[in-house]
């Protein structure tokens, strides 16, 4: 499975991005997905998932309510929908796949990445 990431870009706080994260393969549906960040000097934290049907999704605290995961089983794409940006969003973000019926909330649940994405968010 290959995920090539795009949509970021710089943006003043208070402003929307909207994250797609396009894979390969014909068993997209069978994956959960998951985005991650890295903020300069940090670690990798978890963002957003959702199960293989979307029916569930999981945010970290700091996001919920501002960001929306969803995904599209006929293109082969999960998104991020990330309203009301604040610098501290600042990150390169990443999306991840795994197999499972569930979804995942560590990095080292998921068997592939894609490069990433830069999202910077001016004050």
């Known amino acids: 499975v290959q995920l090539q990431a795009s949509g970021g870009g710089l943006v003043q706080t208070g402003g929307s991005l909207r994250l797609s994260c396009a894979t390969s393969g014909r068993t997209f549906s069978s994956y959960a997905m998951g985005w991650f960040r890295q903020a300069p000097g940090k670690e990798r934290e978890f963002v957003a998932a959702?199960?293989?049907?979307?029916?569930?999704?999981y945010y970290t605290d700091s996001v919920k309510g501002r960001f929306t995961i969803s995904r599209d089983n006929a293109k082969n794409t999960v998104y991020l929908r990330m309203n009301s940006l604040k610098p501290e969003d600042t990150a390169v973000y990443y999306c991840a796949a795994t197999g499972g019926i569930d979804y995942y909330i560590q990095s080292h649940e998921y068997d592939y990445w894609g490069q990433g994405t830069l999202v910077t968010v001016s004050s």
């Open positions: 959702i199960n293989w049907s979307g029916s569930i999704t």
